[in-house]
């Protein structure tokens, strides 16, 4: 037979509600008999609901969306109509509904709004309206006042005026009031926080301004004063900010925090609230009462420890669900658990002794349990580094105590043994961790793009018999003028006995060439693993041993690209680049060991996918100067630059480099 407190609590309450079901109505208690709508000045609205009986006590909550508020009449039959019209101002209608023990009023609203209610005899009022709660306040008060004067002397005002850090980085203006129903407006003015008190209750020692800047926290003065005679509060921050505001009995809490970046998850969860927003305004009711209402409002299941009671008094403003129980929970020194949609609450100490005992019932029960033995087939990962999760490191395993697991090398599996539950929970782990590793192609293209500068200028003599023309008295004469070639050729018209021509030939050439070698490797890598691409030589040297021998060792003179690229989550990639553009130099006279020159870019890029990135500034110069003269003659000062020529070289290499990732899906090979 199932004893958990949960079916037992279910069937408590089933029993009860079809026991009441049986019951004549006067057994309930009383019978809402109607419902009166009056306007009252300041935009409010007096909803008066009469009884036959004495007016049950109300307990009620708001929502925003939809705006609505919620009252609830506990023992309470209705004799009213289902819907009901209001129409003033914000109140538009209420729909009247009977759940189990209780009568539930639903007022629509036109936008949220504050409530109170307030019970005078058969009649139940319930304002609707901004300035409904203090004005309601204002009526209890004056009302105990006339009945009793001791209850006038409880209400002296406030008592003290604190300030803290809380653990999310906001600051919290705590206010301690000598008594919870002293009415309270609050509201934000010129970026500033007012809380007005009625009446002159500031002591004359907390009149004074707290500067809480070194706190760093977004509040950066506390005033305190007395304005046209009532109390007034300013809370002052910097930048922006949000606040809200929560009473628990006599305690009054302002928590201001920085606004939270609008592309930027939660935190911390527990620290951040995301429940819908609820208001809540009681004076000394119960704690379980207003966990029923929680439960009411969230459709959770609630199971309260027999422990859990006691009265708070509550003054929240749209506040989170989850942070209004969480609110009450901390000011009674209670916890709770929510496993699916049932709700347990009891005393923080009970809770934990629970836990600790289940814990122990756990364990004995796994150290009672049969072993099994399973063998597990590692599809892509390797078994070994599998092994080594599942083992953890200094008493970190994920298997029990009789648990083990061995490594079967041949077939990449793993032989575990241990408890039925523990090896479905090891197999869950492993379908996650064993799963094929994301793969890149990278896409090099090497470039050595080169460029040459050729220059020469000077003087050439040359012979030639062509070209022939004749005078009229016989004389060979040379009248061409030729421009054009690889130089530049001026017929002077000298002529030698052998009639072979001597030509001048001035060298004023400017010549700019270039080249390009490409090559163009592509590899794949799987994720975080590196990539090697090498085009070069080995450079043979011999090397003499210890004992005295030789061996013939070898350096590598290569370009040579290694690439390790890391996908991101957004599906981009990092790269950690390395390139290398070694060339043999000259010999060591000494050691005949081959000089090698190393040329190394070595870098890390983040770029998206298929995008490609330029890398370069590898450069090599080489630079020649050739002359050309006629012997002697080219020598002599001045005139010797008739007879010679100069031939300058300018030749620069750069290494650029284009590499291009792009990141292979499933079923995607390269082709």
């Given at each position: 037979?199932?004893?958990?407190?949960?079916?037992?609590?279910?069937?408590?309450?089933?029993?009860?509600?079809?026991?009441?079901?049986?019951?004549?109505?006067?057994?309930?208690?009383?019978?809402?008999?109607?419902?009166?709508?009056?306007?009252?000045?300041?935009?409010?609205?007096?909803?008066?609901?009469?009884?036959?009986?004495?007016?049950?006590?109300?307990?009620?909550?708001?929502?925003?969306?939809?705006?609505?508020?919620?009252?609830?009449?506990?023992?309470?039959?209705?004799?009213?109509?289902?819907?009901?019209?209001?129409?003033?101002?914000?109140?538009?209608?209420?729909?009247?509904?009977?759940?189990?023990?209780?009568?539930?009023?639903?007022?629509?609203?036109?936008?949220?709004?504050?409530?109170?209610?307030?019970?005078?005899?058969?009649?139940?009022?319930?304002?609707?309206?901004?300035?409904?709660?203090?004005?309601?306040?204002?009526?209890?008060?004056?009302?105990?006042?006339?009945?009793?004067?001791?209850?006038?002397?409880?209400?002296?005002?406030?008592?003290?005026?604190?300030?803290?850090?809380?653990?999310?980085?906001?600051?919290?203006?705590?206010?301690?009031?000598?008594?919870?129903?002293?009415?309270?407006?609050?509201?934000?003015?010129?970026?500033?926080?007012?809380?007005?008190?009625?009446?002159?209750?500031?002591?004359?020692?907390?009149?004074?301004?707290?500067?809480?800047?070194?706190?760093?926290?977004?509040?950066?003065?506390?005033?305190?004063?007395?304005?046209?005679?009532?109390?007034?509060?300013?809370?002052?921050?910097?930048?922006?900010?949000?606040?809200?505001?929560?009473?628990?009995?006599?305690?009054?809490?302002?928590?201001?925090?920085?606004?939270?970046?609008?592309?930027?998850?939660?935190?911390?969860?527990?620290?951040?609230?995301?429940?819908?927003?609820?208001?809540?305004?009681?004076?000394?009711?119960?704690?379980?009462?207003?966990?029923?209402?929680?439960?009411?409002?969230?459709?959770?299941?609630?199971?309260?420890?027999?422990?859990?009671?006691?009265?708070?008094?509550?003054?929240?403003?749209?506040?989170?669900?989850?942070?209004?129980?969480?609110?009450?929970?901390?000011?009674?020194?209670?916890?709770?658990?929510?496993?699916?949609?049932v709700l347990t609450v009891a005393p923080a100490a009970e809770i934990a002794a629970r836990e600790r005992e289940q814990l122990e019932n756990e364990k004995q029960i796994r150290e009672?349990?049969?072993?099994?033995?399973?063998?597990?087939?590692?599809?892509?990962?390797?078994?070994?580094?599998?092994?080594?999760?599942?083992?953890?490191?200094?008493?970190?395993?994920?298997?029990?105590?009789?648990?083990?697991?061995?490594?079967?090398?041949?077939?990449?599996?793993?032989?575990?043994?241990?408890?039925?539950?523990?090896?479905?929970?090891?197999?869950?782990?492993?379908?996650?961790?064993?799963?094929?590793?994301?793969?890149?192609?990278?896409?090099?293209?090497?470039?050595?793009?080169?460029?040459?500068?050729?220059?020469?200028?000077?003087?050439?003599?040359?012979?030639?018999?062509?070209?022939?023309?004749?005078?009229?008295?016989?004389?060979?004469?040379?009248?061409?003028?030729?421009?054009?070639?690889?130089?530049?050729?001026?017929?002077?018209?000298?002529?030698?006995?052998?009639?072979?021509?001597?030509?001048?030939?001035?060298?004023?050439?400017?010549?700019?060439?270039?080249?390009?070698?490409?090559?163009?490797?592509?590899?794949?890598?799987?994720?975080?693993?590196?990539?090697?691409?090498?085009?070069?030589?080995?450079?043979?040297?011999?090397?003499?041993?210890?004992?005295?021998?030789?061996?013939?060792?070898?350096?590598?003179?290569?370009?040579?690209?290694?690439?390790?690229?890391?996908?991101?989550?957004?599906?981009?990639?990092?790269?950690?680049?390395?390139?290398?553009?070694?060339?043999?130099?000259?010999?060591?006279?000494?050691?005949?060991?081959?000089?090698?020159?190393?040329?190394?870019?070595?870098?890390?890029?983040?770029?998206?996918?298929?995008?490609?990135?330029?890398?370069?500034?590898?450069?090599?110069?080489?630079?020649?100067?050739?002359?050309?003269?006629?012997?002697?003659?080219?020598?002599?000062?001045?005139?010797?630059?008739?007879?010679?020529?100069?031939?300058?070289?300018?030749?620069?290499?750069?290494?650029?480099?284009?590499?291009?990732?792009?990141?292979?899906?499933?079923?995607?090979?390269?082709?």
């Open positions: 037979m199932n004893n958990s407190p949960l079916l037992q609590a279910r069937a408590v309450r089933g029993l009860l509600y079809t026991l009441l079901a049986m019951l004549p109505i006067s057994v309930w208690g009383v019978t809402l008999k109607n419902m009166d709508a009056a306007a009252l000045p300041g935009e409010m609205v007096e909803l008066r609901l009469t009884f036959d009986g004495e007016a049950p006590v109300a307990h009620g909550y708001s929502i925003e969306k939809p705006p609505r508020i919620s009252i609830d009449l506990p023992f309470t039959r209705s004799e009213l109509p289902k819907y009901n019209e209001i129409g003033f101002n914000n109140a538009k209608s209420m729909t009247v509904l009977e759940a189990g023990d209780r009568t539930r009023l639903v007022i629509n609203l036109q936008q949220p709004t504050r409530f109170s209610s307030q019970s005078d005899g058969r009649t139940l009022s319930i304002y609707l309206g901004e300035d409904n709660s203090t004005t309601a306040v204002q009526r209890e008060t004056a009302r105990e006042s006339q009945s009793s004067s001791q209850a006038a002397e409880v209400i002296k005002g406030i008592t003290d005026i604190d300030f803290q850090r809380g653990d999310d980085g906001e600051g919290e203006v705590v206010i301690a009031l000598s008594d919870a129903r002293i009415p309270m407006d609050m509201n934000e003015q010129g970026g500033r926080i007012r809380l007005e008190f009625q009446g002159d209750i500031l002591p004359q020692n907390l009149r004074n301004r707290l500067d809480v800047a070194d706190f760093a926290t977004p509040v950066k003065f506390i005033d305190a004063a007395i304005e046209d005679g009532n109390s007034v509060i300013i809370i002052e921050p910097r930048g922006e900010f949000e606040y809200l505001a929560y009473q628990t009995d006599n305690l009054l809490t302002v928590s201001v925090k920085a606004p939270e970046p609008k592309d930027r998850s939660r935190r911390k969860a527990g620290l951040s609230y995301k429940g819908d927003k609820l208001s809540l305004n009681f004076q000394d009711i119960e704690v379980r009462a207003v966990l029923q209402l929680i439960a009411d409002f969230t459709d959770l299941n609630l199971v309260a420890s027999d422990t859990v009671g006691g009265n708070v008094t509550l003054r929240l403003q749209n506040v989170p669900w989850d942070q209004a129980l969480d609110i009450v929970l901390k000011a009674k020194g209670l916890d709770k658990r929510l496993e699916g949609n009672l349990a049969p072993v099994y033995t399973d063998l597990v087939q590692i599809n892509y990962a390797d078994a070994e580094e599998v092994a080594k999760v599942l083992q953890g490191a200094e008493g970190a395993s994920l298997l029990t105590e009789r648990g083990s697991v061995q490594v079967v090398s041949r077939t990449n599996s793993l032989l575990i043994k241990d408890t039925q539950a523990k090896l479905d929970e090891l197999r869950d782990l492993i379908d996650q961790l064993d799963i094929p590793v994301r793969q890149v192609m990278i896409e090099a293209r090497i470039v050595t793009l080169n460029s040459t500068l050729n220059k020469e200028l000077g003087i050439n003599w040359t012979g030639n018999s062509e070209d022939k023309s004749r005078s009229g008295d016989g004389r060979e004469l040379f009248t061409d003028f030729t421009l054009g070639g690889s130089g530049s050729a001026i017929n002077l018209g000298f002529s030698t006995g052998t009639g072979t021509l001597l030509k001048l030939e001035l060298s004023a050439l400017l010549s700019d060439g270039g080249g390009e070698v490409i090559s163009q490797p592509k590899v794949i890598t799987a994720d975080k693993k590196t990539a090697i691409i090498k085009s070069g030589t080995e450079i043979p040297y011999q090397e003499k041993t210890s004992s005295g021998a030789t061996s013939v060792s070898f350096k590598d003179a290569v370009l040579g690209l290694e690439v390790t690229p890391q996908i991101t989550p957004d599906g981009r990639v990092i790269m950690d680049i390395k390139i290398n553009n070694d060339e043999k130099g000259e010999v060591d006279t000494q050691s005949k060991i081959p000089i090698i020159t190393k040329n190394e870019i070595k870098t890390q890029v983040l770029v998206d996918d298929g995008q490609t990135i330029v890398l370069g500034g590898v450069f090599k110069t080489t630079a020649n100067n050739n002359v050309s003269k006629v012997p002697v003659l080219g020598d002599i000062p001045f005139v010797g630059a008739l007879f010679r020529s100069t031939s300058n070289t300018d030749k620069k290499d750069e290494l650029m480099v284009f590499i291009t990732p792009k990141i292979i899906t499933e079923g995607v090979s390269l082709r």
